[in-house]
């Protein structure tokens, strides 16, 4: 820690930061644009100017950049006398001379960081009166809007998506006044992560379009912190609404998770979440006719439901909340309960949960990873499924840089050096997959085989490190020289991370991993080695602590006349098993009742349909990756946009029905009696209802706001409807107000927190306002609990591993490929996402493409699960001959076809 003198008073500041960053961290405002706490301090903008005296007879002083100049012990500056005051203003207008006045038509307006800054600086009156510079702008695909001649050259978006994100097809061109930022020619932006531009940025260069298409003021919006549903890695964002809409999704600050940034599917994938596209109401339904019920018309057909048939069987859903699950399991009974997974990934999860339960591996945080030395991936498309892990392990490799340069004096936050070096020294990352992958282009090596040949190569470098485990023979040469390799590197280093998971749907390659992990820790019991393990939804883990069958366990019983109806909530069949099944399954529409707020297929031929709420709309729990329990919160009520609404909670709709079935009163008033009933039944899942904020939560007597402070007051929320509006709703599920009333300011309680806004601070950087040290921990603990302790005695999870690799060689056996988008569900139902799903193809090797003579635009026919399959090929390098990848999980996709044998397959001859 270092003492520093600001305006004659003295500071306690951290000595690794810069003089910009100590001044927040102490609560002092200094203006700046080029730094960012992620991005480090470049000197451009030459906004941060403070006054620097050699000691306390200095009178004159000199001007430096406080975000270039470290916070050595004994410094003495001041940042509000009238030389750096008058400098910071000159700045600014120097900055300005070519923006643009258009903040009123701006979609940055009340939201940006250079009106901030601007009025921060006291700058009002503009000089220059000449023609201003101007630019063309880009195509930048569907997310994103160019206005470049907004730029203020603060070099803040090349730095990110060239330097931090790893992005290719962006740059800085031009030089002196004519300086442009943007792609060679329009097109999309390639990179998974070019949506952080927008909140970047600190002006309105790259704003978000599907924001802008139904534009509105942040003062207007109401707010919930949530959780994103589109992955296992649990991003924390902040959700705005206005009018029923979802109309803007922002990253939420987590110093152990996201940090500052989200993956473009988290940001931009929410209009499937629109009232105007989904179901609003229950509905009866049979072959003739359907009819529309009200709330206690439905609630009587779902008690004739139950009580008409002998045995249901209650499908869960992976991608609704523990709530909803543990419901329907209260409903149906335990034995009569399946959360929705199939049998490999039940048995992928299985072992994920006993390891997170009884290993004393660590597993790391999401922005953990960036620690680590030497990472070996396996069996995962990271990027892809996981794309915010895949930035993680990008800035692991390029730590050594970092840490080469701080060895050397020079401090982390000036990146010019990184930048040089970055590219000579990195850390070493090993990937291990079917085919090729993004991350490919950072890894010392790519391994690339059969899933059943990848487990193999892990054996052989668990055996290498421990050996005790069983023998593996019959590897290459080349391929013993990497396990060597491989071995070495993960042993030497300071901390290793190994990392997989079950989108191979191949509990295998858990396994091993597991057991490269723990001859790791055996071998050197000093030596730090983590594990990650991805599900491939994001409350897998939350599901599968309340158990259940898998879902061919479920149709197995209604096969055998076990069971004579189902209940599906949040869940479509025709995702899991083939499409000839399924129809077979629900010709008998009276014998299934189906709860979900998508107009999925299981949903359109279901006799008994209730209409949810989304997790936008709702509030409650799931569970990430690393064990870590996370609430999201209601955004806003549905109901209250129209009177014939009727949409409740899955949770309500199986809790009203049961109670009526029961004869008793209703005992789940709230969300807290929800958590009250599963902590007693779950005791791993206790800590949720001890530790996480509950609904009679208040600051100083007061809910928390949804809503900004506006000056205007307060504004009519239906005044698309009728600007004469009811009083707004009480929510009784959480702490939150629906309202600007309320407590809104940084607080040691408030874990929570709805959206980033503080006095004089309106943009995404006004997150500063809520660090203890700028960059680094909130004032308040980071949100969500872990359920799994690090166990401290030695547990042996240790398994020999059966290798099955018979291949036949005249079939093909089907593997499965992703895509950021068009991999998850319920984003499949998202009109913007829809319009960037790439189009179906069959991943093939060039060895099979010549063996069948085919082109790069030829179409090959096969048949699966009865059902004929007509794609284009797209050729891959490395993937194995008798292998053929396609888009399982998609709409016509389903997961049942891993692993299944195609006998006949042939080019399709127009």
């Known amino acids: 820690m270092a003492k520093i003198y600001i305006d004659s008073v003295m500071y306690i500041v951290n000595e690794s930061d810069n003089l910009l960053q100590a001044c927040l961290s102490v609560g002092i405002d200094v203006p700046y644009f080029c730094w960012h706490p992620l991005l480090g301090s470049l000197g451009a903008c030459r906004q941060c100017a403070v006054t620097q005296y050699k000691n306390l007879k200095d009178n004159q002083g000199q001007l430096i950049m406080s975000c270039m100049t470290p916070a050595i012990d004994g410094t003495i500056i001041a940042v509000h006398n009238t030389e750096s005051a008058v400098f910071r203003n000159a700045i600014t207008e120097l900055l300005l001379t070519n923006h643009p006045h258009d903040c009123p038509v701006c979609e940055e307006g009340g939201h940006c960081h250079l009106q901030d800054m601007t009025v921060m600086v006291q700058h009002n009156t503009r000089k220059y009166r000449f023609n201003k510079r101007t630019h063309k702008n880009q195509y930048l695909g569907s997310f994103i809007k160019h206005e470049m001649n907004r730029c203020i050259t603060c070099y803040r978006c090349v730095r990110y998506y060239n330097h931090y994100a790893d992005g ?71 959700i705005g609404e206005r009018y029923g809409e979802v109309r803007r999704i922002e990253n939420r600050y987590h110093e152990k998770i996201n940090h500052y940034l989200i993956c473009d599917l988290g940001r931009f994938s929410y209009t499937h979440t629109y009232l105007s596209a989904r179901p609003k109401y229950p509905v009866c339904s049979n072959k003739k006719y359907s009819t529309i019920l009200n709330f206690n018309e439905a609630i009587k057909e779902g008690v004739n439901f139950f009580k008409k048939f002998k045995r249901i069987i209650g499908i869960g859903s992976t991608r609704s909340s523990i709530e909803n ?19 490999k990934e039940q048995m992928c999860v299985k072992l994920i949960l006993e390891f997170l339960n009884n290993n004393f591996i660590y597993t790391p945080s999401l922005r953990e990873i960036e620690s680590y030395d030497v990472i070996l991936v396996i069996g995962e498309d990271v990027t892809q499924t996981s794309a915010r892990v895949a930035l993680a392990i990008r800035q692991a490799v390029k730590k050594k840089s970092k840490d080469i340069n701080y060895l050397n004096g020079i401090p982390k936050w000036n990146v010019s050096p990184n930048i040089h070096i970055s590219e000579e020294f990195k850390n070493s990352l090993f990937i291990l997959h079917t085919h090729e992958n993004k991350l490919d282009d950072i890894a010392e090596w790519s391994y690339f085989a059969p899933v059943h040949k990848q487990v193999h190569f892990a054996s052989a470098i668990a055996c290498e490190l421990n050996p005790n485990l069983p023998k593996v023979y019959d590897l290459d040469p080349l391929l013993k020289e990497k396990v060597l390799l491989i071995s070495k590197r993960l042993i030497s280093s300071k901390k290793t991370l190994i990392i997989s998971g079950s989108h191979s749907f191949d509990s295998s390659t858990i396994q091993a991993s597991i057991n490269i992990a723990n001859a790791i820790k055996i071998k050197a019991i000093n030596h730090h080695v983590g ?45 899991f098993i083939s499409e000839y099944d399924c129809d077979d399954l629900l010709k008998n529409q009276e014998n299934i009742m189906t709860l979900d707020h998508q107009y999925t297929q299981t949903y359109k031929k279901s006799g008994l349909a209730f209409s949810s709420k989304n997790f936008t709309e709702s509030s409650g729990t799931v569970i990430n990756f690393e064990g870590r329990a996370q609430r999201f919160f209601q955004v806003y009520d ?41 902590a007693k039944k779950y005791t791993i899942l206790e800590p949720i209802k001890l530790k996480e904020l509950n609904s009679s939560f208040r600051i100083h007597g007061q809910k928390i706001s949804r809503s900004p402070i506006r000056s205007s007051g307060r504004t009519s929320l239906r005044s698309h409807i009728n600007i004469h509006e009811p009083s707004q709703p009480i929510d009784i599920d959480t702490m939150f107000a629906f309202s600007m009333e309320g407590y809104n300011q940084p607080n040691k309680s408030m874990s929570h927190i709805p959206f980033a806004w503080f006095p004089g601070w309106n943009s995404p950087q006004s997150w500063n306002k809520f660090q203890k040290q700028i960059g680094k921990n909130l004032f308040s603990k980071n949100s969500g609990i872990h359920l799994f302790k690090k166990n401290k005695n030695k547990v042996n999870m240790h398994s020999n591993i059966i290798f099955n690799n018979i291949i036949e060689e005249t079939y093909w056996y089907i593997i ?64 194995n001959k008798q292998q053929i990848g396609l888009p399982l999980g998609r709409k016509g996709f389903p997961i049942s076809l891993i692993g299944k044998k195609i006998k006949f397959l042939q080019e399709f001859i127009k």
């Open 816 to 879: 499965p490929y992703y895509h950021l988008f068009g991999n998850e569900e319920l984003t499949q139902y998202s009109s913007v996402i829809i319009e960037n799903i790439p189009i179906e193809y069959a991943l093939i090797s060039f060895e099979d493409s010549a063996k069948l003579n085919l082109k790069e635009d030829s179409i090959v026919e096969f048949n699966c699960l009865n059902k004929n399959y007509r794609l284009s090929i797209q050729l891959s390098k490395y993937l």
């Open 531 to 575: 594990a990650v393990f991805l599900t491939a939804s994001s409350n897998a883990l939350g599901t599968a602590l309340i158990g259940g069958m898998s879902i061919e366990s479920a149709l197995q019983e209604i096969k055998n006349k076990k069971a004579d109806a189902i209940v599906f909530m949040e869940y479509d069949i025709y995702r």
């Open 638 to 678: 549905p109901n209250f946009y129209s009177d014939d609404y009727c949409l409740f909670e899955s949770w309500k709709w199986l809790h009203f029905i049961k109670s009526k079935i029961d004869k008793t009163e209703i005992s789940w008033l709230n969300l807290d009696d929800v958590i009250d009933s599963y």
């Open 168 to 238: 290719t097809d962006f740059g800085v061109y031009g030089s002196n006044n004519n300086i442009y930022f943007g792609r060679l020619e329009d097109g999309m932006l390639e990179n998974e992560h070019s949506g952080n531009l927008i909140e970047l940025c600190p002006t309105g260069v790259f704003t978000d379009k599907i924001y802008s298409q139904k534009y509105t003021r942040k003062w207007d919006m109401q707010y919930a912190p949530s959780i994103c549903q589109n992955c296992s890695v649990g991003c924390n964002i902040s």
């Open 325 to 343: 699950n543990f419901a329907l399991q209260e409903l149906v009974g335990k034995d009569n309960f399946s959360n929705g997974m199939s049998d």
